[in-house]
Every structure is written in C-alpha cells, then in structure tokens.
C-alpha cells in the first residue's frame, strides 16, 4: 500500500541511482533489508548513505541549500611522536581455555587505559617500503 516494491527475494527495492531512497517518495531503506545478510561495515555504509540522502531530501524540501561536508582538525588525547619507532602488538588477555569451554563468556578481556594508549601510538603506516638482503 505504501508503494514500496520488493525485488523476487523480498528485499526492499532502491530507486535507481540512489543509495538508500525507495520506490516510495520520502521512504528509506538500508541494511539487510535492501541487501539481505551483510557485514556490519556494510550495514555501517548503508547508514551513512541514508543519512546523506535523508538529509539531503530534507534540505531540498526546505528550500535549505545543500550539507557541505568539511574535513576539521581533531584533537589527538596523546602526544604523535614524529619519530614512530616500530614495535610489537600488545597482547590482549584471554580467559584460560580450560575456563572459556564452560560458558560464553567474552574471550579476549580487552586493554587497560595504557595498553590502549600504547598500542594506539605504535606505528601502523602501511607505506613503509621494507627492504630486504636478497
């Protein structure tokens, strides 16, 4: 009755070209509803698509001139070292196997304040060109 059309799997149908707007006008979708199963980044995406979408079709029925994103600086809650020194992971503790078979209890235990920090301030750079003796 709203006018939304479903594809032959019974997923929710996207307007053409859109990301999230549906065959009905002012009516969204996004997640598994339009893309059945996926991943959270996936279903993440799909809510940011919407969002956009619905912001801008808010805006235009307004008469509100278009959202402009901007990049702004944030503030870091601990110092960059401009001379980042690789170092290993830090290891997040794990309940003791003979335990973790018991329940279904969270396994990994997660990081202290410091641990975070640490493994926070490590370098991650992925253009770091290593070089090799061959």
């Known amino acids: 009755e709203a006018g939304i059309e479903t594809t032959n799997q019974r997923l929710i149908k996207i307007a053409e070209g859109r990301k999230a707007l549906t065959t009905s006008s002012m009516v969204f979708a996004g997640g598994d509803m339009v893309t059945g199963p996926d991943t959270v980044v996936g279903a993440i995406a799909a809510g ?3 969002a956009a979408e619905i912001d801008a079709a ?5 008469g509100e001139p278009p959202y402009v994103f901007s990049e702004e600086e944030i503030e ?8 980042i020194r690789e170092c290993p992971r830090v290891p997040m ?3 003791d ?7 279904f209890r969270e396994v990994e235990l997660g ?5 975070a920090l640490r493994e926070a301030s490590r370098c991650l750079r992925c253009d770091i060109q290593i070089q090799t003796d061959e």
């Open 111 to 115: 990081f202290s304040q410091e641990q």
């Open 48 to 50: 940011h698509g919407a």
């Open 93 to 95: 503790g794990e309940v």
């Open 58 to 62: 808010i805006r235009e029925k307004n």
């Open 76 to 83: 870091i809650p601990f110092a960059i070292d401009e001379e």
């Open 97 to 103: 196997h003979v335990e973790r078979i018991r329940d």
